[in-house]
């Protein structure tokens, strides 16, 4: 599933290509896929892009008249750039044709697994209240303090914590297995048991592999792409996410499995304690 880096890295791009354009038509190969009214003028048709934003795993297009489409990439989505009348790739929900300078391009929403969607809205207010309200502050700014608080008097275990997005937005498998690595911190503890000074090198630790990251243009596990078409390098850098019953690069012990809120977790039982450091 694209996680926070995936999908910065993709709003990263439609914002260098997009942001100016003005959509020329849309065309919907699955109706439902689309969410909140699917006619031309609520997809955009006629309309210029103004500005893109996003929380957590999710982003929205907002164009200059105010309306907004919020994109949800479920668990394979991906939205790419493509010339003006490329052919279409397997599992097209929707296309859009574009124009910005004079030259027309298209953008395509694919989805295999299907679980994402395309939500239209009228104002960007309302997508913070019917849709972003429900979600934690976003992982790449979200302070200490803020996590404490999605965090006290919880008694899951941490790891199901960082991946329930009503406490942080935007943390998935990967970057929930990585960052309680590098902070020594062991998935399994109870969410509620970790102290002030190890939820500050969380935080820290988070923060940082979610820029690095970005910087690599995500992970590209299966089918991850950015709005141009390219594969993502920050996989190369994972320390124990899909590494199970390998070698931990800290200290040689194997790598150990686990299941925790029903998603595999891979981590290294002599680096990361079950005891308050």
């Known amino acids: ?26 065309f919907v190969h699955r109706p439902g896929f689309i969410r909140g009214g699917s006619n031309q003028s609520r997809l ?11 929380h957590g795993k999710q982003f929205v297009l907002e164009s200059s008249c105010g309306r907004v489409m919020l994109f949800h ?52 207010s309302l997508v913070r209240k019917n849709a972003w309200s429900k979600l934690g502050p976003d992982a790449l700014v979200i302070s200490n303090e803020e996590l404490f608080e999605g965090l006290k008097n919880r008694r899951c275990a941490i790891k199901a914590a960082l991946l329930n997005q009503s406490i942080v937005a935007g943390v998935g498998n990967i970057y929930a297995d990585e960052s309680l690595f590098e902070s020594q911190i062991h998935p399994l503890r109870k969410a ?14 988070l923060q940082s592999i ?3 990251s970005i910087r690599g243009g995500g992970s590209t596990i299966q089918n991850h792409a950015d709005a141009l078409g390219r594969c993502g390098t920050y996989q190369e ?5 899909g590494r199970g019953g390998e070698p931990c ?20 039982s002599i680096c990361q304690s079950k005891k308050p450091r």
Not at 237 to 241: F, N
């Open 237 to 241: 850098d994972h320390k124990v996410y």
């Open 192 to 205: 509620d048991s970790i102290t002030l000074c190890e939820l500050g090198e969380l935080t820290r630790k």
């Open 44 to 54: 955009f048709t006629g309309l210029t892009i103004a500005r893109i934003l996003r």
């Open 1 to 26: 599933m694209p996680e926070l880096p995936e999908v910065e890295t993709i709003c990263r791009g439609l914002a260098q290509h997009c942001v100016g354009a003005t959509v020329l038509s849309a």
């Open 73 to 124: 990439m479920g668990m394979s989505g991906s939205v790419t750039i493509h010339p003006f009348q490329s052919l279409r790739a397997p599992h097209v929900h929707i296309h859009w044709t574009l124009t910005q300078n004079g030259k027309k391009f298209e953008l395509h929403h694919r989805d295999p697994r299907r679980f994402g969607y395309v939500h239209t809205y009228d104002t960007m």
């Open 210 to 212: 979610l820029k690095k």
């Open 249 to 268: 690069m800290t200290c040689g012990a194997i790598l150990k499995h686990a299941l925790c809120a029903q998603r595999s977790t891979v981590f290294c």
